[in-house]
């Protein structure tokens, strides 16, 4: 175990002098600095350079890194180069490439009583693997996205159990399935297809659903404005199978559909109200634009490609990140105002049997 970070950037250093070919660069040549923090990794080219710092080194370099540094640490992917300013008054390196890491890789969480996980969980916390714990009051908006059989329900029943000690819930269940049993043992309300309506009358009763939600913001928005430190109850609307909703309904049903979802993830996060997604995939068919670039906790479990990426990812390369095999896995993104853009490999938790649900 390496643990002084003196080490760890020499450690680092000599990967990169040994992997990373740019016109016979090194460290030795004092091209370019290693600092480590529990941050993460800082790449410090010293500038001017006979090498390009742009996203090809950034990702080449998160390729060298992420190898040298597995099991003890798994880099967080990002989209391009991520630059950071450095407090120095020296310009040669007054810059740096950041790389944010977590401690560890992806572990599963084995949960034996998911009852008792739950009343023990402390209040806005969502743990999703053993090195990965959400807080609920930095995010708004999650999906999950996945194909049958892709562990989704599994995911989506874990996260109704987690997210129950923290939030009110209502659910919204076209399939009339699993989360309309947790919602009966849960005395969670409901909204669910009967036989005797048709599809846009359903659809309207789900706008009718949201359109409380909207209420809601719009009610806690005048109490912050004279109460700006006023605190709320988190308010989560879930929504499974929403591919399922919008498809094949009347068009004006449909366009109040999604700008109510729009209005709801624009304006739930100073008022507490939250949307949880699942669907299949998330194309402009399934949710309107504006909604998919306020999602904040990204999911996407099963199987992992350019194509069933690109929908919750579009910029992201899979390059360098081990997914892990089996049921229940896949990726996960989380966008705070900590952590601008991370990927992680994801295992999903595994929790005993719910009797009468699943
Ligand atoms: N993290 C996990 N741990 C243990 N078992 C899991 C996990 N995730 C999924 N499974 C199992 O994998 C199987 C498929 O999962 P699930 O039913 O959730 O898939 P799905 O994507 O929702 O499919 P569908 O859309 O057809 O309902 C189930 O038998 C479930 O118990």
């Not at 040549?29 to 790449?43: I, L, R």
């Not at 659903?209 to 909207?214: I, V, Y």
Request: with cysteine; net charge negative.
């Amino acid at each position: 175990m390496i643990n002084n970070s003196l080490l760890l950037a020499k450690y680092i250093l000599q990967g990169i002098n040994m992997a990373l070919q740019i016109s016979g660069e090194t460290s030795y040549s004092n091209s370019f600095d290693v600092k480590v923090t529990n941050e993460g990794v800082y790449f410090i080219p010293r500038m001017p350079a006979s090498y390009v710092v742009d996203d090809d080194l950034y990702q080449k370099l998160f390729l060298i890194m992420n190898a040298v540094l597995y099991p003890e640490y798994t880099l967080l992917k990002q989209s391009g180069a991520y630059f950071v300013p450095l407090d120095t008054d020296d310009i040669h390196v007054k810059r740096a490439l950041f790389f944010p890491w977590v401690k560890g890789i992806s572990k599963r969480l084995v949960i034996s009583d998911i009852d008792s996980f739950v009343e023990r969980l402390p209040l806005n916390k969502i743990p999703i693997m053993e090195n990965l714990t959400i807080d609920l009051n930095k995010v708004t908006s999650f999906a999950i996205a996945g194909n049958s059989g892709s562990g989704k329900s599994y995911a989506l029943t874990y996260m109704l159990c987690v997210l129950k000690r923290s939030s009110q819930l209502v659910i919204v269940d076209p399939k009339f399935d699993m989360p309309s049993r947790w919602g009966r043992e849960n005395n969670v309300p409901v909204v669910a297809p009967n036989a005797s309506r048709s599809k846009s009358d359903f659809v309207s009763e789900v706008n009718s659903e949201l359109s409380k939600a909207l209420e809601l913001i719009q009610q806690r928005q005048q109490v912050l404005y004279n109460n700006p430190t006023a605190d709320f109850e988190h308010y989560t609307v879930v929504i499974d199978e929403v591919l399922a909703l919008s498809d094949g309904v009347a068009k004006p049903i449909k366009d109040g559909f999604f700008s109510l979802l729009s209005q709801i993830a624009l304006l739930g996060r100073a008022s507490k109200v939250h949307l949880l997604l699942v669907s299949q995939r998330f194309d402009n068919n399934a949710i309107p634009i504006s909604v998919r670039e306020q999602l904040n906790v990204l999911v996407q479990v099963g199987n992992i490609n350019s194509k069933t990426t690109q929908f919750l990812f579009p910029d992201l390369s899979l390059e360098g990140i081990v997914i892990p095999q089996g049921i229940g896995t896949g990726l996960i993104q989380v966008i705070d105002s900590e952590h601008p853009f991370q990927i992680v490999p994801l295992l999903t938790p595994t929790f005993n049997k719910l009797e009468g649900i699943m």
